[in-house]
């Protein structure tokens, strides 16, 4: 029999990664009754791949998320063990911070500061259905959610829903030809979670992604590799610790910053041994005895993949990453694999310093479930239920920071419709974040999708540097960025446009401007020139139907489908011709003078 809960809540988020804590803590910070449901309290924000935050495009990530007001740049700032800047020989749009995370003082960090938030409660259970009132709501084919139903049978319920489920959703890992049903080594999928999205009306594809086997430290010969250290001093990700000096009362969660030395880590590689090893073996690789359905990640490959796919190139790199300073587990970069555990051995045994490596946990392929992104808003909310929201890996995405940017999001705007609030929607124009939702919406995506520096046409001026100038002031609007932290950033930007350099990053931030004013110029204006299309609205009940025979059969069913809210967003769908365009906008002037 259904138990219902007698707390109920504004906002449920189910899933605590990291798009599950940015949207927990955001909706809870705006003063929202928030509940976070997880499998597993003790992998709150875990690393389940890589123990890493940053590097090129992902910086600008974590940036814009803190400029927000979001967590994860604090947290990896109070956890790192390396801090090193990327791509420091090219321009300034391309530099990219990337730390080297400890794996669990990460996820104790973020477990604490999610227990200690006002307004928020934990629970560690399964989803198994979205609870929703049909014939209620305002989305296509009118539903609106009223709570979810646990594995236990209990109902919690909610004004607004964010799912942030990762690879759960109907997960099941490969090793070999030996498979299992999970969403992570050791962890049970969410199976129910699927059949009621499918039950509820969204459409679901299959993606897949994998992780390199995990090395013992103990039998590494690192004297054989090349050593990798981290930057002196460190850079950090949170402009919060760069603000305290405008603002000595600003809060920063009485929190002291790591002071222990930066951990190194290390370069090898494969060779043509390792290849043939590899290739004698893909007989017995899931994704090439075609055991594997879900479509892979084409910018981050397996190992497999990357000696079929360029057979001239006789070496990869492999970069060899410390996991935390109290374990000698070792993170194997560049080695994602589903091959047997005896294979995965015997390749890494033909590398110079692994001679002797031994396994600690081997590398696996994970398939799961997702919901294409065409299906939501650009408020992250989908357009058939009214009150779901989406972020994350669950919208076909990879990444912590991809996540973590979707999840802030995702968090605003469910506290903003629970306030009956306009929701916060970012331009391509003045985010990377606002480039990635862009491209989920508007783009075909089959393929995990990965943030990219060469996906923004305005990268020049979406620089990590810059994060703060574009995006505190949004933040403080909302309610995310405290008092005292947009007191301390005003004097910053004051100090900016007055040429006084002040402190290190106000001096960067001239440079930048004086060396690169042609081109920023150059790129404002471009701007400015699409500036029109991007804010040009389109009627949101517009019926398309009535420009058929105006506009070709693809583009009429494309904007149908996706409802973009701008000409601008209309010009980059698949299928939308610039004659599309220029009959749609025609179309729209002429309604707007009847």
Known sequence: MLKYS?????????????????????????????????????????????????????????????ALGGQMGITTDLTYLQMKTLNTTKGPAVHALRAQSDRDQYHIRMKQILEQQENLDLKQDIVE????????????????????????????????????AGTFLNGVIHTGMKHQEAGRAGEPPSKGLSKSLKKIGLKLGRLKTGTPPRLNRRSIDFSKMTIQP????????????????????LNTYHLILNTSPQVPCYLTRTNKKTHRIIKANLDRSPLYAGKIKGIGPRYCPSIEDKVVRFPDKDSHQCFIEPCGRETEEIYAQGLNTSLP??????????????????????????????????????????????????????????GYEEAAAQGIIAGINAALKVKKKEPLILGRDESYIGTLIDDLITKEINEPYRM????????????QDNADLRLTEKGYQIGLVSKERYRAFKKKRAAIEAKKAISPEVKEQLEVQKKYAGYIIRQLEQVERFRGMEHKKIPAKLDYKKLRGKLSNEALHKLDYHRPLTIGQAGRIAGVSPADIAVLSVWIARAGRD
């Open 6 to 66: 007698m707390k109920k809540y504004d906002v449920i988020v189910i899933g605590a990664g990291h798009a599950g804590i940015e949207a927990a803590l955001a909706s809870a910070r705006l003063g929202c009754k928030t509940l976070l449901l997880t499998i597993n309290l003790d992998t709150i924000g875990i690393m389940s791949c890589n123990p890493s935050v940053g590097g090129p495009a992902k910086s600008q990530l974590v940036r814009e998320v803190d």
């Open 129 to 164: 259905e979205i609870l929703v009132e049909k014939g209620v709501g305002t989305g296509i084919g009118a539903g609106k959610v009223k709570g979810v139903r646990t594995i236990l049978d209990t109902a919690y319920l909610a004004k607004t829903i964010v799912i942030t």
């Open 230 to 249: 981290g930057d002196e001093p460190a850079k950090l990700f949170s402009f919060l610790w760069e603000y305290k000096q405008y603002n000595s009362l």
């Open 341 to 398: 555990e005896d294979v995965q051995l015997k390749f890494l045994r033909t590398m110079a310093g692994l001679e002797k490596v031994e396994i600690l946990r081997p590398g696996y392929a994970v398939e799961y479930d997702y919901v294409p992104s065409s299906q939501l808003k650009y408020s992250l909310e989908t357009k058939k239920i009214e009150g779901l929201f989406c972020a994350g890996q669950i919208n076909g995405t990879s």
């Open 452 to 463: 990219l520096t060469s996906r923004s046409e305005y990268r020049l001026i979406l620089r």
